[in-house]
């Protein structure tokens, strides 16, 4: 038996004819850099999430960065991070000689434990960075009121929840990335909108940002040979962005698919007392980029063995926290309590999740789980 964490392969199957012709389009018009495909897709990705601009870049560690330059963060400035996260977060915070403040997430949502962000907040903190993580939105409304009221950015980390909308206290609905000064994404193969090599975007409604934004992607000019700011050199290639018009087609669709998955395993896995299933927020919709469970009797990595001589696959996202990383450790500043994230890198386990699983599939592992508690 061989069940892997994704299914790629399942996915393009379906999609094959319409992909490939995009492709060799492209190829035939050889507009490889900058090609109307890329153009349609940050109009057709702005017009699904309801946002005044996006810019596409190369990748989504970039779109942070990128955020974090066209803000005019400078060396010194204070960025709010989570410390339950992947690491490029906080990685870019680093890279420009900014300094990551880390807070805990909550126990049960993964996300920033918003009632830790004012007491981490000093003279020269600038930016908060809520991610959504594994599908799942942070309490944006809270974050939002008191970066307000603290004169702070906000920006969104959104490479895992693409399609996740938050309900407003109103009871207004937005997509996440669109709610933040700015937001971020990634089209890492493996994420919910995924291309077929590496891609990133950003979101803004602020249309002063898109433009300083889209000259930073571009080497700092907005007029070809006069460089106003110092950029880099970010881009999404026009073959990706022709795949991304067509799984964008398919997003809700895709979200739908995970959704009914989470669905499928929590009723497979209902009753087990060992588990904690994952928790589904009121003001966000979860998309589940993954299924996440905790095992708190910390047997966890006996699991994930268990599974494995099965032909099982299961993945830790993350074993570590941030502020036991070594890259971060000198960098970071750790003041509040971290120990829900410290807790859950112990105790999180993430069950095979994409859009292509069938309840037949869900029914062995889950079964498998059942076997290893003696349920
Ligand atoms: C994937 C990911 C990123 C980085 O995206 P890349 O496209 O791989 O650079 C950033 N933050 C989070 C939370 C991610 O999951």
Do not use: W
Not at 128 to 154: R, S, T, W
Not at 211 to 228: A, F, L, N, P
Not at 235 to 260: F, G, H, M, V, W
Request: one cysteine or more; glycine letters at 6%.
């Amino acid at each position: 038996m061989n069940i892997p964490m994704l299914d790629l392969k399942g996915q393009y199957k379906k999609i094959k004819e319409e992909v490939d012709s995009s492709i060799h389009k492209v190829i035939d018009s050889a507009a490889f850099i900058n090609g109307p495909e890329v153009h349609s897709f940050e109009k057709n990705l702005a017009d699904y999430l309801g946002a005044k601009h996006v810019i596409a870049c190369a990748n989504g560690t970039d779109a942070l960065q990128i955020a974090m330059m066209a803000l005019e963060l400078k060396p010194g400035d204070e960025v709010i991070v989570p410390s339950f996260t992947y690491a490029a977060t906080a990685e870019v915070v680093g890279l420009l000689g900014l300094v990551p403040v880390l807070i805990d997430v909550e126990p049960d949502t993964f996300n920033v434990k918003t009632s830790q962000i004012e007491a981490a907040i000093s003279s020269k903190t600038k930016a908060i960075v809520p991610v959504h993580l594994f599908g799942q939105g942070a309490d944006m409304d809270k974050v939002m009121e008191i970066a307000a009221k603290h004169n702070l950015f906000v920006i969104e980390d959104n490479a895992q929840a693409i399609g996740a909308v938050h309900t407003h206290s109103d009871g207004r609905k937005s997509h996440y990335g669109t709610i933040g000064h700015i937001g971020c994404t990634s089209f890492f193969p493996t994420k919910n909108l995924g291309c077929y090599g590496d891609g990133g975007a950003l979101i803004t409604n602020d249309s002063s940002l898109a433009e300083r934004v889209r000259m930073i992607t571009d080497h700092g000019q907005k007029v070809k040979y006069h460089h106003d700011i110092i950029g880099c050199n970010s881009r999404l290639d026009t073959i990706q962005a022709a795949i991304l018009n067509i799984k964008l087609k398919n997003l809700d669709s895709y979200s739908e698919s995970r959704y009914k998955a989470a669905q499928m395993y929590k009723e497979l896995l209902n009753g087990l007392s060992d588990v904690i299933l994952p928790a589904e927020a009121s003001y966000s919709t979860h998309v589940y980029h993954q299924f996440t469970i905790q095992l708190p009797s910390h047997n966890r990595d006996e699991l994930k063995d268990f599974l494995a001589a099965k032909g099982i696959a299961s993945m830790v996202y993350y074993p570590m926290s941030l502020n036991n990383q070594k890259a971060f450790s000198e960098i970071s500043r750790v003041e509040a309590d971290l120990t829900n994230s410290e807790l859950l890198t112990s105790r999180v386990i993430s069950l095979p999740m994409h859009t292509e699983l069938t309840p037949e599939i869900q029914r062995i592992i889950a079964q498998a789980v059942r076997e290893f508690f003696g349920k």
